[in-house]
């Protein structure tokens, strides 16, 4: 099965400083999908990405799929309170149904103003 | 606004009991999802359906069933409710091209005691 890693598991940063997150697989990625998680709530899906090499942004946040498509980097400009939460990358096995997305274990995000 | 509802926020069982979690979307989506989220494991798929009538198991199916006899509402059975199904579990929907879940419900925190 696919796994993935993400890291840092935790992260605390000051208002409008900038951050990465990544997802790391030992396999190719078939589709990387970003989502974000306020605690005890349901998730927002955020971005999804399937080319080597492609890019996509909402707002302050961009995510990118590396051209070999083995990781994925989450990135967040000038971070805000709002950007606060569990962001958890999940991803397509190859040959497989998309519905059966494997998570990573998520990326804890405290921003303090 | 769209979007996924889920019957409960908080439920409490005793083990044994037959336990039904429903959800229902409003989005007219081919596709809904069971999950699981639990601490250090992170989110795992029990079942998705996409269509009506039609169930594919996920990761960890043992101890549940699924019902989807309309379009809008799939419902997660869990037979005989088990301790180890304390769980927050969520619900999803996509469209069926989409795939992978894009609007999740608020999750409903189960406690079996």
């Known amino acids: 099965s696919q796994e993935l890693e993400q890291s840092p598991q935790s992260l605390i940063v000051q208002e409008g400083k900038n951050l990465t997150i990544n997802c790391t697989s030992s396999?190719?990625?078939?589709?990387l999908y970003w989502y974000k998680q306020k605690y005890g709530e349901g998730l927002i899906f955020l971005m999804m990405l399937q080319k080597g090499g492609e890019e996509k942004s909402h707002e302050k946040i961009t995510a990118k799929l590396d051209e070999k498509k083995q990781q994925s980097s989450l990135h967040i400009t000038a971070s805000q309170p709002s950007h606060a939460g569990i962001y958890l990358c999940?991803?397509?096995?190859?040959?497989?149904?998309?519905?059966?997305?494997?998570f990573g274990q998520g990326t804890i995000l405290t921003v303090h103003p | 606004d769209v979007k996924v509802t889920q019957s409960s926020r908080y439920l409490v069982k005793r083990t044994g009991e037959k336990v039904f979690l429903e959800c229902v979307q409003d989005m007219d989506h081919e596709n809904m999802f069971w999950y699981r989220q639990d601490p250090g494991l992170g989110l795992r798929l029990i079942y998705f359906?996409?269509?009506?009538?039609?169930?594919e198991k996920g990761d960890i199916p043992e101890g549940y069933s699924v019902s989807r006899e309309k379009k809008e509402r799939f419902s997660l059975i869990l037979e005989s409710a088990s301790t180890n199904q304390t769980s927050m579990y969520l619900c999803a929907s996509s469209r069926q091209l989409a795939g992978a879940p894009r609007v999740f419900g608020p999750g409903t925190r189960l406690t079996v005691l």
């Open positions: 999940g991803a397509a096995p190859g040959g497989t149904s998309y519905g059966k997305l494997t």
């Open positions: 396999k190719t990625l078939y589709g």
């Open positions: 359906s996409y269509d009506v009538k039609m169930k």
